[in-house]
């Protein structure tokens, strides 16, 4: 992004602090000529080895104006081996930095470079030490009227504080440490006034489960109880809420950190170790006053509600918006999450805005960003660089296609408060860094501009408090004032203002590694499939459509960022409790059953363990030889199951067998759509004895056998008897006998039974030891009589 500032004339003033400045520069030269020449044996110090640290406890006021005193306190600390005599505390004002950048190189130096530094105020406004102890820490105030620093122009000094002394190793005065930090001066209100948005985050980690506790109440399950900590008095979320009430900011809220407070609210437990079981949490009083006061500080300030759990909307872009339902997830992220807080917080938000992790933004993410109906994006202005000759710092809104605006937080301002705020002196240096960046940005141009400011998603207590400070200040200030996220996003842009979005390559490689991974969503698609299947069979859908539902958006949550772990935890923590419960209807396993007879009835029993009722169910009872076993009239039969809640239900099914001996069956259960739910259970079905029916079946097959066989015999005596007469009376030539034995054979061929053998009964075949004796006379080898009729 550009860098200027303003050139105005020169007053009468900046005159003398010009002169100043050179009067500085005339008397530094010699004494840097004099440091040149010490001797060999004195000790010269290194870049960042000055023996004292100074540190910087507190600058009130952080922006002075005419009239006011100056109070800089702090410690100093002898971290020499020598003890350090004749030491005095100065101030030193330095020179006027017109560009941002160039406050970011005073912030950067450490130690003590005569001229660059300023010349000390001097006077009664030091404090002396006769003696500073290696080790100790001696603490010090400096109070000074803003006079006598002599400001000049309108901008922002480097303000020094240096700790000069002598060394029995260095016996004459010199720094031996120095601080720096900035003192913003408008003491005059600015002829145009900078409009600051800052966005408070109300944020946190996923603390729920998918797991609630049983019966009819369904007390929710937490994680931990660490958000009881957040919310408790001095926590992070609690200071995020007592700061923040006082404060002009925009509100930005996930509505599940709302839901999970007011869950607590209303008594919850703590997950086992295990992850299994739970204890009673102990943070249900203080979840009411949170909430409540939560209310009392948002009433008549803008609130943007985010998607229901903050969804990872850099991680969707990339890695999850193929896999199927990831986007219906978001889409039902953001469709909860207004109902959520207007129901407990009783104010309607706007869900108009994308918030991507730290502003990042590539055309993808913004596809998906404004997907699911917001229409600005809240980017940053290290990802949307400025390209053009712009000598300011734009105003925040731009449009960047597609009826969509780019709101650009200011990566300098939004950054300030990311390191570590626990010393008072790291607060105060940011506090002061933070007010000059501001003022110089507005002093870059006499045109009205907005700034967005966008912290991280989840301040530590003490950045919180930091950051309190910080805007109190600029507040009071003369060159800025606050306004809403709305309004700035409604704020005409600059027209040489970048409005190009960057590709996707150019997306951090440090913010890629982090995100969430195609296997999670792919896990969290078969889990959508899961509970999809089991809703089916539910009289009261919402028992498990919400914790399990909520659960899902949680899993695509920003906050998993850096946590792959604890993320890939979770998502099997929801999955594996919903196979649980998925498990509580079943079929009860059955041992081998046994029917005594062709046709029995089998039952199958199917339990529900859960508290409400189950149906849309069907149960399939299959036979895997039909041929010797059959259910009801085919391989298989089905009946709808209904079952009541804490029941079991035993279903009969209809079999015939006609055979002895084991048959596999086989029983599952079935959704009414066709989808198999849950595991079969599969038992072999014996069969022992026969009943009267096959009986009768068998008896008159073999009494058909016997008739056949008796037909057979008495067919033969005839043909024999008749053979035995014919060879009597025999007359005719060979051809008539050769006729009337054809004829006699082929009427036989009619009486006997179809199939059976000719050989059996040929009129020629040998008498077999069996056989009957013939009651005719034996057969005559002789020709028969001519016309002989043979009768039947």
Request: net charge negative.
């Given at each position: 992004m550009a860098e200027a500032a303003d050139f105005p004339g020169l007053t009468p003033s900046l005159a003398r602090r010009w002169f100043r400045r050179a009067g500085v520069l005339l008397t530094g030269a010699p004494l840097l000529a004099g440091l040149l020449q010490l001797p060999t044996g004195q000790p010269a110090y290194a870049a960042g080895s000055d023996p004292v640290v100074v540190s910087i406890d507190s600058l009130t006021p952080s922006a002075p104006t005419d009239g006011d005193t100056v109070t800089v306190s702090g410690t100093v600390t002898n971290k020499g081996k020598r003890?350090?005599?004749?030491?005095?505390?100065?101030?030193?004002?330095?020179?006027?930095?017109?560009?941002?950048?160039?406050?970011?190189?005073?912030a950067a130096r450490t130690d003590y470079v005569s001229g660059a530094d300023g010349t000390e105020v001097g006077g009664k406004y030091v404090e002396k030490f006769s003696k500073l102890t290696p080790g100790v820490a001696q603490p010090f105030t400096i109070s000074v009227p803003v006079d006598k620093l002599d400001l000049g122009q309108d901008g922002v000094y480097e303000l020094g504080v240096s700790l000069s002394g002598e060394t029995s190793a260095a016996p004459y005065e010199q720094v031996l440490g120095i601080k720096r930090t900035f003192l913003p001066w408008q003491p005059e209100e600015a002829d145009t006034r900078t409009r600051t948005t800052y966005l408070w985050p109300l944020i946190s980690t996923v603390h729920m489960t998918a797991e609630t506790g049983p019966g009819e109440q369904q007390t929710p399950v937490f994680l931990n109880d660490d958000l009881a900590a957040e919310i408790s008095p001095g926590g992070r979320l609690e200071q995020m809420l007592s700061l923040g009430k006082e404060l002009d900011v925009t509100w930005v809220i996930d509505p599940d950190l709302l839901a999970s407070v007011d869950a607590m609210a209303g008594g919850y437990g703590i997950q086992g170790a295990d992850g299994t079981g739970s204890t009673p949490g102990t943070g249900q009083a203080v979840a009411k006053q949170w909430l409540n006061q939560l209310q009392d500080a948002v009433e008549g300030k803008e609130v943007v509600a985010l998607p229901f759990g903050d969804p990872d909307l850099a991680s969707i872009a990339h890695n999850g918006k193929n896999v199927t339902g990831t986007l219906s997830h978001l889409k039902s992220a953001t469709d909860v999450a207004v109902g959520t807080v207007e129901t407990i917080l009783h104010i309607t938000p706007s869900t108009d805005f994308a918030w991507p992790v730290n502003g990042a933004v590539d055309p993808s993410i913004v596809k998906i960003a404004t997907s699911t109906g917001a229409d600005k994006v809240i980017a940053r202005s290290d990802s949307l660089k400025e390209t053009g000759d712009l000598p300011y710092t734009p105003s925040a809104?731009?449009?960047?296609?597609?009826?969509?605006?780019?709101?650009?937080?200011?990566?300098?301002?939004?950054?300030?408060?990311?390191?570590?705020?626990?010393?008072?002196?790291?607060?105060?240096?940011?506090?002061?860094?933070?007010?000059?960046?501001?003022?110089?940005?507005?002093?870059?141009?006499?045109?009205?501009?907005?700034?967005?400011?966008?912290?991280?998603?989840?301040?530590?207590?003490?950045?919180?408090?930091?950051?309190?400070?910080?805007?109190?200040?600029?507040?009071?200030?003369?060159?800025?004032?606050?306004?809403?996220?709305?309004?700035?996003?409604?704020?005409?842009?600059?027209?040489?203002a970048t409005t190009k979005v960057p590709s996707v390559s150019s997306y951090p490689a440090t913010l890629r590694k982090q995100q969430l991974p195609r296997s999670a969503f792919a896990q969290i698609a078969t889990t959508q499939d899961k509970l999809d299947n089991f809703k089916i069979i539910l009289t009261d859908e919402t028992r498990v459509e919400t914790p399990f539902g909520r659960a899902i958006n949680r899993e695509m949550a920003t906050s998993w960022r850096g946590r792959s772990r604890e993320a890939d935890s979770f998502r099997r923590g929801v999955e594996r409790h919903l196979d649980e419960l998925t498990d509580q209807v079943r079929l009860i396993k059955k041992s081998e059953t046994k029917l005594s007879g062709g046709s029995a009835t089998i039952p199958v029993t199917v339990q529900n363990n859960l508290v409400q009722p189950v149906d849309n169910l069907v149960l399939r009872v299959t036979s895997t030889n039909p041929t010797r076993l059959k259910i009801g009239d085919d391989d298989y039969q089905e009946q709808d199951i209904a079952v009541s809640g804490g029941h079991s239900q035993s279903v009969k099914f209809t079999t015939s067998s006609n055979a002895n001996g084991p048959i596999t069956v086989i029983a599952q259960l079935y959704t009414k759509d066709g989808q198999k739910y849950g595991p079969a259970v599969a038992f072999d079905v014996r069969v022992t004895e026969f009943t009267a029916m096959a009986m009768l079946v068998i008896g008159g097959g073999f009494l058909l056998l016997v008739l056949a066989g008796l037909r057979m015999y008495t067919q033969r005596k005839r043909a024999a008897a008749r053979r035995a007469q014919e060879s009597g009376n025999g007359h005719g030539d060979e051809s008539t006998d050769e006729n009337a034995g054809a004829d006699e054979n082929h009427e036989d061929d009619e009486s006997r039974p179809q199939g059976e053998s000719d050989a059996a009964v040929g009129a020629d075949a040998p008498e077999q030891p069996s056989d009957p004796t013939p009651n005719t006379a034996p057969e005559s080898a002789g020709p028969s009589g001519t016309g002989e009729r043979v009768d039947r």
């Open positions: 003890a350090v005599t004749d030491a005095h505390v100065d101030l030193r004002v330095g020179q006027l930095l017109t560009t941002r950048s160039g406050i970011d190189d005073v809104a731009r449009p960047i296609g597609g009826g969509t605006t780019a709101v650009v937080a200011d990566t300098r301002l939004s950054a300030a408060f990311q390191g570590d705020m626990t010393s008072a002196g790291s607060a105060t240096l940011a506090v002061q860094k933070f007010l000059a960046t501001s003022l110089t940005t507005t002093l870059q141009t006499d045109k009205q501009r907005t700034i967005v400011v966008a912290p991280q998603r989840m301040p530590t207590a003490s950045q919180a408090q930091t950051m309190e400070k910080a805007i109190t200040a600029l507040q009071d200030s003369n060159w800025s004032q606050p306004q809403e996220l709305t309004a700035t996003a409604d704020t005409k842009p600059d027209p040489g």
